[in-house]
């Protein structure tokens, strides 16, 4: 099993939505770095959900991958801001996955608790300049980062 980090903004897609919908496809990651962490991705792999563009931002619960690899359809939807009208439709360009919703902590783990707890090897997210929405955590890190949640 992996650890992972993915971002999102509480106003487009929270915590309390994923824990409402208990499912869903984690849609619209359109740069190609984060896109290849998405296709590393495998059933059961555990994800730390990350509130993004809020004050504070931080990492507020934890998902699980259920299904890898699977197509991006908002690619090929003209109606959607994540359309991308050159991705062809027999070797689509990005990929994604299904996420279920595991937990939300009880107290957010901050964007200020994680510069002060990480070092930006032990945490991309911390790293100045880091704007990936999607990141992968490594086994030591996400051991901490439960710790500081519970």
Known sequence: MNYWLMKSEPDVYSIEDLERDRQTIWD??????ARNFL??????????FYHSNTTPPGIIGLMKVVKPDIVDPSQFDPQSKYCDPKSPTDTPRWRTVSVE???QFPTLV???TLRQTFTPDQLLVVRQGNR???????DATATEILHLAR
């Open 132 to 138: 990936l929405s999607v990141l992968p955590v490594p």
């Open 28 to 33: 619209g990651v359109r740069n190609y770095q």
């Open 110 to 112: 901050t964007l200020d």
């Open 39 to 48: 296709r590393s991705m495998q059933p059961g792999d555990l994800i730390f």
């Open 101 to 103: 919703f595991v937990e």
